[in-house]
């Protein structure tokens, strides 16, 4: 069999971090058996489904790199297939005409409340054979007894009672289906084998395989997803990580890191934490998945950030640091970011603040701004040192190791502690006091750039 799944975003906003681990967990499930993953937007909500969310969520999908089989469904399109399956199920007798209106159905509601039950149409219409007629809906005529069982991927056996249902509606007044009845009819259409998604539908999946029942097709296999929860354990906030994929890449996060990361959080393999997209492929097969919800570590997904930033090729580095620096009213040159990124690559959490700690480099000596600590190592001592290192380093060849050997030497020589040297030369090349080390910096910015701003920080 091969092994079909399913990313189904309503786009009615962007992409969101549950969202898009269940689109990874749907697509590693697909690339593991070497299936197909397939995409449909859920568009039928015509007031809330925005073509920009769309666009949104398609680049985001990109972004984390989850490419997709085949061609996009919209189910906006798809109004007549939907129908067609609605029909069939009038034809079986498994649907029928209702003309009850909301006010009605509300209050048979209303009395099954009353008398302790759950809320739920009386089915008034179901005997009546009804034809299609202004304002009246299709409605499914569920089983009057029994149960539905299925075995969730995730949340193991699951069963309902018929009686905690109702015959739903399938079809709306306007023609247009109801979101259950399109999501079987897709999920059959489409061949998918495996349906992967946030356990807030978990109670939509028996109506579904009530459809698929009466529809006389093969059932998927179910699976739900717990979603994310803050650190406190209580539903996920803005403020701890609840926030679009675009928002996070916007912040300069790599996208293999959000993918290792979202992917951890509710599925595990042994201890390992850090994985390849090819380690991934591998290692996913849908099994142990976590059955309770996870929380969201924003330390954890830094540090993994960290990490990826750190082992990015310096190539690709140069191509994704452009952005973030035009950002910032800089277009670097790609031989000064080749010099620059190594020594900084593994200082910085994300893309932003990798631009910011290498945006002094691409100053000129004149507007180069200094913070206040660096100002303050400017003092007169501070001044000293740098008079007696400029002509040291003037006449020193340019190499890493010689401008290494020049600062190492004045400090042996001088008998002045080496903090004492490398604060003030520090501040006067970078504007900051901190930062790696000196002759590193000193050979990126190169010789002229860096003896202008030695003699610079004395004029201050
Ligand atoms: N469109 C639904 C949502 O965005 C997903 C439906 C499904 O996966 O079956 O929540």
């Not at 399109?77 to 909301?102: F, M, P």
């Not at 929860?229 to 928002?247: F, T, Y």
């Not at 998945?289 to 969201?296: D, E, H, K, Q, T």
């Not at 277009?331 to 000064?336: C, L």
Request: hydrophobic share 40%; proline share 4%; aromatic share 8%.
């Amino acid at each position: 069999m091969k092994v079909i799944t399913r990313f189904a975003p309503s786009p009615t906003g962007h992409l969101h971090i549950g969202g898009g681990r269940t689109a990874i967990f749907c697509w590693l499930l697909a690339r593991h058996f070497g299936g197909e993953f397939r995409l449909r937007i859920e568009d039928t909500d015509t007031e809330r489904s925005k073509q920009e969310y769309t666009d949104s969520i398609l680049a985001s999908m990109k972004w984390l790199g989850l490419d997709w089989d085949d061609e996009l469904i919209y189910q906006s399109q798809r109004e007549d297939i939907y129908n067609s399956y609605v029909e069939k199920l009038i034809e079986t007798g498994h649907a029928y005409y209702c003309e009850c209106t909301v006010e009605e159905v509300e209050a048979m509601r209303e009395v099954a409340r009353a008398k302790g039950e759950k809320p739920r149409y009386n089915g008034r219409c179901r005997e009546r054979n009804l034809d299609d007629g202004e304002g009246r809906v299709v409605r499914l005529k569920i089983p009057t007894e029994g149960k539905i069982i299925f075995n969730d991927m995730v949340k193991g056996h699951i069963a309902v009672d018929v009686n905690e249902l109702d015959d739903m509606v399938l079809r709306r007044a306007d023609g247009m289906p109801t979101y259950n009845m399109a999501v079987v009819v897709d999920d059959h259409e489409m061949g998918v084998t495996h349906v992967v998604r946030g356990d807030d539908h978990v109670s939509n999946t028996p109506k579904q395989i009530l459809i698929y029942q009466a529809l006389g097709i093969e059932l998927p296999t179910f699976g739900h997803v717990p979603m994310i929860l803050g650190p406190d354990r209580q539903k996920l906030s803005k403020r701890h990580g609840a926030r679009a994929v675009i928002e996070y890449e916007e912040d300069g996060l790599l996208p293999q890191a959000l993918v290792n990361y979202l992917v951890r959080l509710g599925w595990s393999h042994g201890d390992q934490e850090i994985f390849s997209l090819q380690e991934l492929v591998k290692a996913f097969d849908g099994s142990s998945l976590n059955s309770s919800p996870a929380a969201f570590d924003t330390d954890k997904l830094q540090w993994l950030n960290s990490y990826y930033l750190k082992n990015t090729p310096l190539n690709d580095a140069i191509q994704l640091i452009a952005p973030f620096m035009q950002k910032l009213g800089i277009t670097p040159q790609t031989e000064k970011l080749a010099l620059v990124l190594p020594i900084y690559q593994e200082r910085a959490s994300n893309l932003n603040d990798l631009a910011q700690q290498i945006l002094p480099y691409f100053k000129d000596a004149s507007s180069l701004e200094m913070d206040e600590k660096a100002l303050k190592s400017l003092d007169d001592q501070g001044k000293e040192q740098i008079k007696n290192i400029l002509p040291l380093l003037q006449e020193a060849e340019f190499t890493l190791e010689n401008i290494e050997q020049c600062i190492h030497s004045y400090v042996e020589s001088s008998g002045v502690k080496f903090k004492l040297v490398g604060t003030p030369l520090r501040s006067a090349l970078i504007g900051i006091a901190g930062g790696p080390s000196v002759h590193a910096i000193i050979y990126a910015l190169g010789k002229p750039e860096a003896l202008a701003r030695l003699e610079r920080a004395l004029t201050l």
